[in-house]
Nanobody, 127 residues
Framework: QVQLVESGGGLVQAGGSLRLSCAAS????????MAWFRQAPGNEREFVAG???????????DYADAVKGRFTAYRDNAKNTMYLQMNILKPEDTAVYFC?????????????????WGQGTQVTVSS
């Protein structure tokens, strides 16, 4: 029903920047709550940033404390794409980053509330 494809990951030095993209195929993209999660080897998949639909073209952003002030999530509805701009990257940001979409209105930060997931894109930050 909905397909999500992440891109934009890569290798970057500490202090650098990357922009991740999540392209969605679903026609109801504008009404879905969207989020970025990340997972490092041996760790749980953790919340990074979310964009919750507030009706119309209104979206509310939420960020994990670890990335607040450094990362920005935003959408381009004309392109059915969500982005994650990552600045001042740190080695602890190294992980596979996943895009996710939620049909309902569950808690933004709970990974179990999301119905669709992308395949992930690797971000590696060297020190």
């Amino acid at each position: 029903q909905v397909q999500l494809v992440e891109s934009g990951g890569g290798l970057v030095q500490a202090g650098g920047s990357l922009r991740l993209s999540c392209a969605a195929s679903g026609r109801a993209f504008t009404t879905y709550n969207m989020a970025w999660f990340r997972q490092a080897p041996g760790n749980e998949r953790e919340f990074v940033a979310g964009l919750r639909w507030g009706g119309g073209n209104v979206y509310y952003a939420d960020y994990a404390d670890a990335v607040k002030g450094r990362f920005t999530a935003y959408r381009d509805n004309a392109k059915n794409t969500m982005y994650l701009q990552m600045n001042i990257l740190k080695p602890e940001d190294t992980a596979v980053y996943f895009c996710a979409a939620m049909r309902g209105n569950g808690a933004t930060r709970d990974k179990n509330n999301y119905d669709y997931w992308g395949q992930g894109t690797q971000v590696t930050v060297s020190s």
